[in-house]
């Protein structure tokens, strides 16, 4: 092998090497700090339109009304859905904030569209599962339907 050939195929190994080094403080980053936020998401000065508020559920028997943490280190520690979406996680702006190694800074969130609830989970390292699957889309959940986040177990509840 030529001596060019070998200086080339250590450039790229030591590129390939970098990129992994790169990717992996990305990832941390991210858990550590939660995902960048725009501007205009954020209701700053660069903002056009006021953002419009939620859409609130409609009020019916039998509706849920607030989550619950039923199992993990967090029991008892419940969000009312009058607020809107939920927000759960890690992180000081979840309105469920978990202490679990295995949560996100960002992890899922509840939401409403019309008389249903949706939980999405926000792209988590090690994933949001209702029942015992792992959903990758916004899945709809009723009452009592269980919904596992790390080693948390999360309800609605009326």
């Known amino acids: 092998m030529s001596e060019l050939t070998l200086f080339l195929i250590r ?3 030591l590129a390939i090497l970098w990129i992994f080094v790169l990717s992996a403080i990305s990832v941390i980053r991210s858990d550590m700090f939660g995902a960048r936020v725009p501007e205009a ?3 700053g000065r660069g903002a056009g339109k006021a953002p419009k508020p939620p859409k609130q ?4 028997r039998g509706a849920p009304t607030h989550v619950i943490v039923t199992e993990g280190s967090n029991v008892g520690e419940r969000a009312d859905l009058a607020q809107g979406t939920i927000l759960i996680g890690r992180g000081s702006d979840a309105q ?3 202490d679990d190694d295995y949560v996100s800074t960002r992890h899922a ?3 409403a569209s019309g008389d249903q609830w949706f ?3 926000l792209g988590s390292t090690n994933g ?3 029942g ?3 959903i990758s889309q916004p899945t709809t959940i009723t009452l009592g339907t269980q919904v596992r986040i790390g080693k948390t177990i999360l309800e609605l509840r009326k």
């Open 11 to 13: 450039i790229a190994y």
């Open 41 to 43: 998401a954020r209701g």
């Open 57 to 60: 559920p409609s009020k019916r």
């Open 96 to 98: 469920i904030r978990l």
């Open 109 to 111: 969130r509840i939401a």
């Open 119 to 121: 939980v999405e989970d």
């Open 128 to 130: 949001t599962y209702v």
């Open 132 to 134: 015992s699957v792992r």
